[in-house]
């Protein structure tokens, strides 16, 4: 005996202990799953077909394996136009093995896997669930995140030097300094020919490792801005 079925949009020839590759479906390697859309079933010349299926006709099979298609790629071009589009697309198989063909409204010898859609229902009742136990959890949470970001922004904020009293210098005449350069040592707090002039190595590691200037700039800077400190 044989049927016709029709699943993933495709239709199939089967007969029992048929391997066959169909479109994925939601199941567990071993589990058993009814296909109830027969399009017609014979044996031999006597044929009977569906309109499209064929009432109380049921085939089930037994999935052995989940797993994937070839990469199919799909590119298209368009001449003198610079447009080029590639896509790539795996499909995802089952592999299952017919076991019955049942007609006349026949129930299967083996169990069938639970329906997808009571699967996606129970899975659904969980995520709830386990949405509801974040929620309860979250408030406390939230509340240490804008702590920590607080100190952080906190910590972020606070120049590496303390600028002295008085009016600031110009920096952008020491070779090498321009606006943004000045502007982002005035906001660490060097705002003088002297500060810059009085770096130790150590506050050249520090500013070297803060702000994006290299410690071979910084120390140029220092031995122009000693010379204009003098004056």
């Known amino acids: 005996m044989f049927a016709v079925i029709k699943t993933g949009g495709k239709q199939y020839r089967v007969a029992a202990n048929d391997l066959l590759k169909i479109e994925k479906l939601e199941a567990k390697v071993g589990d058993?799953?009814?296909?109830?859309?027969?399009?017609?079933?014979?044996?031999?010349?006597?044929?009977?077909?569906?309109?499209?299926?064929?009432?109380?006709?049921?085939?089930?099979?037994?999935v052995v394996e989940q797993g994937k298609n070839r990469t199919v790629i799909a590119f298209k071009k368009r001449r003198r136009q610079n447009s080029r589009r590639k896509i790539g697309h795996r499909q995802l198989l089952t592999t299952v093995r017919i076991a019955e063909i049942l007609l006349g409204g026949a129930k299967p010898s083996k169990k069938a896997a639970a329906k997808p859609e009571a699967k996606a229902e129970a899975k659904a009742e969980v995520a709830a669930e386990a949405k509801a136990d974040v929620a309860v959890k979250e408030p406390k949470a939230k509340k240490e995140t804008k702590a920590e970001a607080a100190s952080g922004e906190e910590a972020k904020a606070a120049p590496l030097f303390k600028a002295p009293k008085g009016e600031p210098d110009d920096l952008t005449v020491i070779k090498g300094i321009g606006p943004v350069a000045a502007k982002d040592l005035a906001e660490q707090g060097i705002i003088t020919f002297?500060?810059?002039?009085k770096l130790t190595d150590k506050d050249v590691a520090k500013i070297d490792e803060h702000m994006p200037f290299s410690a071979d700039q910084i120390k140029d800077w220092r031995e122009q801005a000693k010379e204009l400190a003098k004056k």
């Open 32 to 62: 058993i799953v009814e296909i109830g859309n027969v399009l017609a079933h014979g044996e031999g010349e006597n044929v009977t077909f569906g309109a499209p299926f064929v009432d109380g006709a049921m085939v089930t099979a037994e």
């Open 194 to 197: 002297a500060q810059l002039a």
